[in-house]
């Protein structure tokens, strides 16, 4: 649930701003594209996307493919809308930012992708052959499709859908995450689009004082192998997974083998958890177990119950 909520703050890129589109700060990232050409009107596709935190050589995002389209963006616009994505995307899935990524960055990449929103206009990022790297690990995917979408006016939230498929990892030594990595994950949720930019800015290395923005996530899905998770709830994002909350329900197809499988990977006390867990869950139609979760001070409850992940 902390993975995947995490993971849906990549919408950050649909932020406030009043200053015009500029290059990726060099104090911020270094990006290097093997080929990026426009096709037609409002689109940009790229090949060999490489992009490194400022720093921190050692933390970077490879795509084999890449491409960005939106109403009435120039290929400056849509250019700096697939570097602010992926910048947030290595930020969030590595834990590890950039402290040279100015403020006034992220404000100025969003006007345009602002503006669309209120225009009702919708918003699309695709990577191929995604590899990110923090350290020795390595996490992959085949492919990861955002597609956001804005509402006429200021008061209806933005809607959002991530979908990655091919997930992998290597090279890290946490057999929890390596043991219960999702192959493939869905996400469809809702979120003021005039509140992104102070989490982007967060998620980057430079947070906000107080805030805090609201997620409603309408559906989730996360599945590895014949383990399946679907889900909804609401969270409040703040940048520190700690200080942020959520609430929602979960279900879960298979527990049994997830059980199983935390227990192989020597994760006793995750697998004990999830069999305390099922003793209190409740019976699905489907045949799965479900339960009413929330997130809040670092700690995981179910049903009201604490469990023991870390």
Same mark, same amino acid.
């Given at each position: &649930?902390?993975?995947?909520?995490?993971?849906?703050?990549?919408?950050?890129?649909?932020?406030?701003?009043?200053?015009?589109?500029?290059?990726?700060?060099?104090?911020?990232?270094?990006?290097?594209?093997?080929?990026? #050409?426009?096709?037609?009107?409002?689109?940009?596709?790229?090949?060999?996307?490489?992009?490194?935190?400022?720093?921190?050589?050692?933390?970077?995002?490879?795509?084999?493919?890449?491409?960005?389209?939106?109403?009435?963006?120039?290929?400056? @616009?849509?250019?700096? &809308?697939?570097?602010?994505?992926?910048?947030?995307?290595? @930020?969030?899935?590595?834990?590890?930012?950039?402290?040279?990524?100015?403020?006034?960055?992220?404000?100025?990449?969003?006007?345009?992708? &602002?503006?669309?929103?209120? @225009?009702?206009? +919708?918003?699309?990022?695709?990577? *191929?052959?995604?590899?990110?790297?923090?350290?020795?690990?390595?996490?992959?995917?085949?492919?990861?499709?955002?597609?956001?979408?804005?509402?006429?006016?200021?008061?209806?939230?933005?809607?959002?859908?991530?979908?990655?498929?091919?997930?992998?990892?290597?090279?890290?030594?946490?057999?929890?995450?390596?043991?219960?990595?999702?192959?493939?994950?869905?996400?469809?949720?809702?979120?003021?689009?005039?509140?992104?930019?102070?989490?982007?800015?967060?998620?980057?290395?430079?947070?906000?004082?107080?805030?805090?923005?609201?997620?409603?996530?309408?559906?989730?899905?996360?599945?590895?192998?014949?383990? #399946?998770?679907?889900?909804?709830?609401? @969270?409040?994002?703040?940048?520190?997974?700690?200080?942020?909350?959520?609430?929602?329900?979960? #279900?879960? *197809?298979?527990?049994?083998?997830?059980?199983?499988?935390?227990?192989?990977?020597?994760?006793?006390?995750?697998?004990?958890?999830?069999?305390?867990?099922?003793?209190?869950?409740?019976?699905?139609?489907?045949?799965?177990?479900?339960?009413?979760? +929330?997130?809040?001070?670092?700690? &995981?409850?179910?049903?009201?119950?604490?469990?023991?992940?870390?």
């Amino acid at each position: &649930m902390k993975t995947l909520l995490l993971t849906t703050a990549l919408v950050a890129l649909s932020c406030i701003g009043v200053a015009r589109a500029t290059a990726l700060p060099a104090t911020c990232a270094h990006v290097e594209v093997a080929s990026s #050409q426009p096709h037609g009107t409002g689109t940009l596709a790229g090949h060999g996307y490489d992009l490194s935190l400022a720093g921190n050589a050692d933390r970077t995002f490879h795509a084999a493919d890449i491409a960005a389209t939106g109403t009435g963006l120039d290929p400056q @616009a849509l250019r700096d &809308m697939e570097d602010v994505a992926s910048l947030v995307l290595l @930020a969030t899935l590595t834990g590890h930012h950039s402290e040279g990524c100015a403020r006034d960055y992220f404000t100025s990449a969003a006007t345009p992708i &602002m503006a669309g929103l209120r @225009a009702g206009h +919708s918003y699309d990022l695709t990577w *191929q052959g995604g590899v990110l790297t923090s350290g020795e690990t390595k996490l992959s995917f085949r492919r990861a499709h955002l597609h956001l979408a804005g509402a006429q006016g200021d008061s209806t939230p933005a809607t959002l859908t991530l979908d990655t498929q091919g997930i992998g990892i290597t090279g890290t030594h946490n057999t929890l995450l390596a043991s219960a990595l999702p192959q493939q994950a869905t996400a469809n949720a809702s979120v003021p689009g005039s509140a992104l930019v102070p989490l982007a800015i967060a998620i980057t290395g430079h947070p906000t004082q107080g805030v805090m923005v609201p997620l409603h996530v309408a559906s989730l899905n996360a599945q590895r192998g014949a383990m #399946q998770i679907t889900g909804n709830g609401d @969270a409040n994002l703040t940048g520190n997974t700690d200080a942020s909350s959520a609430t929602g329900h979960i #279900q879960v *197809q298979n527990l049994d083998a997830v059980i199983d499988t935390l227990r192989n990977a020597g994760q006793t006390r995750a697998s004990a958890a999830l069999v305390l867990a099922k003793l209190f869950g409740h019976k699905a139609a489907s045949g799965g177990t479900s339960w009413d979760v +929330s997130w809040e001070g670092g700690v &995981m409850t179910v049903n009201h119950i604490p469990l023991p992940i870390h």
